[in-house]
């Protein structure tokens, strides 16, 4: 596993041993990084599952400003500590180990991201609810780019309410793994400019 491009091209990345952590593969992640490549240049990131933190990092050598990464295991976090020094981009990181609902219900308020990484186990009922507290803490910035990776189709799991707070910009399917990206609906971001005065 390795950075594709960008400033940390071709530095090579560890990864924690073991069937805790499911790294995004170089597939789907070089698929992930063409639909986004354009929209990364200066952008705040947020990685949420962090597992070796190649995403976020791969954003930060194509040019993002900064990003926060988590991980609920303390090992992974170790191994992020390691690749984003590897990669000379630790001082644009910042690295917890952290649940994901606590790291969210911490920034509801005061934290908003350009683009958000989720990246959880999958069939864990992870991703539908982080994207419920990210809708209700304003975490994504509007026009933000939330990238899904899932093992089922419907990052939604079937809940319209919670559907109808996104919008799907981009569904695509590699074996296991389905990418969907999605935006703040127009309707969310109107609350959330209400909410904070924008």
């Known amino acids: 596993m390795r950075i594709i491009t960008g400033s940390a091209r071709g530095t090579r990345l ?10 995004t593969g170089e597939r ?21 599952f962090g597992g070796s933190g190649q995403l976020a990092l791969e954003a930060l050598s194509r040019g993002a400003a900064s990003a926060v990464i988590t991980d609920s295991s303390p090992e992974a976090v170790e191994i992020i500590k390691t690749n984003a020094k590897a990669t000379k981009l630790f001082d644009r ?3 917890s180990a952290m649940e994901f609902e606590p790291f969210l219900r911490r920034a509801a308020g005061r ?8 990246d959880p186990p999958y069939r864990s009922g992870y991703m539908q609810r982080a994207l419920r507290m990210i ?3 304003g975490i994504a910035r509007p026009g933000a780019i939330i990238v899904c990776e899932s093992g089922e189709p419907d990052v939604f799991a079937g809940d319209a309410e919670l559907a109808a707070r ?21 309707r969310y971001e109107e609350s959330v400019g209400a909410a904070t005065g924008e």
């Open 14 to 23: 560890a990864t924690l041993e073991g069937e805790n952590t499911r790294p």
């Open 135 to 137: 809708a209700d803490g």
């Open 111 to 118: 934290e908003a991201f350009d683009i958000i990484f989720l």
């Open 28 to 48: 789907v992640k070089e698929a992930v990084f063409s639909m986004i490549q354009f929209d990364i240049e200066g952008r705040r990131v947020l990685d949420l």
């Open 166 to 186: 996104y919008e799907v910009k981009k569904r695509s399917n590699y074996g296991r793994a389905n990418i969907t990206l999605l935006t703040p609906s127009g």
């Open 93 to 95: 990181c910042r690295i």
